[in-house]
């Protein structure tokens, strides 16, 4: 079968011929329909994430949406972040309890894009980051698949007020089409500056804050919580540090919280996937993306690498 295949840490994978997987008892074969190229697939093939340096040569991708026993599924893989291959191939090999069976008139290519993306801004709204009806959300980083599929999220489960916050007119052009009540532009760094900008979109205090990015964007939206508000880091976009200061957090009592994926459970990540699945299915989610062919992956590989896609980009057969 055709497979890209990262030859070592750090560099762009590789068309490569393989043998198909075989299954064994608990593991199914799937043929691959959409494999998304995600920032967690980057930093795993850089050796970056915190998973540290993966063995090479490896397939990557840590999710994607196939056909298996006549059925369409979503499904999850270790590549980058454990020895294996992933779904950047025409088959991959996956633990048949983590398949989550989509409805058959899901479009796999929509669904791939949202994927864990939309997993994670789902369950950090509305399971870490606790979103009662009502609230105000402020989302940043909301030109990205998270940011994105946030704004959407956040109100369907019911936010009152839901605040957009991006850094490039494309961005903000993006999550004022998801429904953004009002946009920020977080085009410069200075914490100061990005918090006056903040609160005049906001027009009010905030209960509780999307975070993929960190660094002087979270610092600045910590300011503009209100007193035991939240703030829910999900990724470091921005930057691995931010300027946060002891007396916004000490003095509203805030509730820093982090948030990752792979502290969901099986049931919890399945339940998720359904959501973000029916969500599209009912026309309330989706992110932009780009189809390109598996033949073509590391092209793929290096626009999105580059941040030059028109969006997430889903590696197709
Ligand atoms: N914790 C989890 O389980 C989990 C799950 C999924 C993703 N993540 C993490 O969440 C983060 C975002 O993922 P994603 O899928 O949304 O990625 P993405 O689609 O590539 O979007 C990243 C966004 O970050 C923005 N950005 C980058 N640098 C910035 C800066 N210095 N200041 C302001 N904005 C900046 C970009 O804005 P512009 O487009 O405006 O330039 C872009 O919209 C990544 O770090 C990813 O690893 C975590």
Same mark, same amino acid.
């Given at each position: 079968m055709i497979a890209a295949q990262i030859? %070592?840490?750090g560099r762009p994978p590789v068309l490569t011929d393989l043998p198909s997987p075989q299954s064994n008892p608990g593991r199914a074969v799937v043929e691959v329909l959409a494999a998304p190229i995600t920032p967690l697939d980057l930093l795993c093939a850089g050796g970056q994430?915190?998973?540290g340096v993966p063995a090479t040569p490896y397939v990557p991708g840590v999710q994607g949406v196939g056909r298996w026993d006549g059925r369409l599924v979503w499904f999850p893989t270790a590549a980058g972040m454990a020895p294996g291959d992933g779904s950047m191939a025409e088959r991959v090999s996956v633990p048949e309890d983590q398949m989550v069976v989509l409805p058959e008139d899901a479009d796999p290519v929509a669904v791939a894009a949202l994927g864990l993306s939309a997993v994670a801004a789902h369950m950090a709204l509305?399971?870490?980051?606790?979103l009662a009806a009502g609230e105000t959300v402020l989302v940043l980083g909301a030109g990205g698949v998270v940011g994105l599929a946030a704004v959407q999220l956040a109100r369907t489960a019911g936010a009152g007020r839901v605040v957009a916050a991006a850094r490039s007119d494309k961005g903000r052009e993006r999550a004022a089409r998801a429904g953004a009540d009002a946009v920020a532009s977080l085009?410069?760094?200075d914490v100061d500056a990005l918090a006056a900008l903040l609160e005049e979109a906001a027009q009010g205090p905030v209960d509780l804050v999307l975070d993929p990015l960190f660094g002087a964007p979270a610092a600045a939206a910590a300011r503009v919580l209100r007193p035991e508000g939240r703030l829910v880091n999900l990724g470091s976009s921005a930057g691995e540090h931010a300027p946060l200061d002891s007396g916004t957090l000490r003095g509203r009592s805030l509730r820093l919280l982090g948030y990752t994926n792979? %502290?969901?459970t099986p049931q919890q990540r399945s339940a998720a996937v359904d959501t973000v699945a029916r969500e599209c299915a009912l026309g309330r989610l989706s992110v932009p993306f780009e189809r390109v062919p598996l033949e073509e992956a590391a092209r793929g590989w290096e626009r999105q690498a580059r941040g030059v896609a028109r969006g997430r980009i889903v590696l197709v057969p």
């Open positions: 030859p %070592a840490p994430s915190y998973f509305t399971w870490r980051g606790g085009d410069t760094d792979n %502290a969901l």
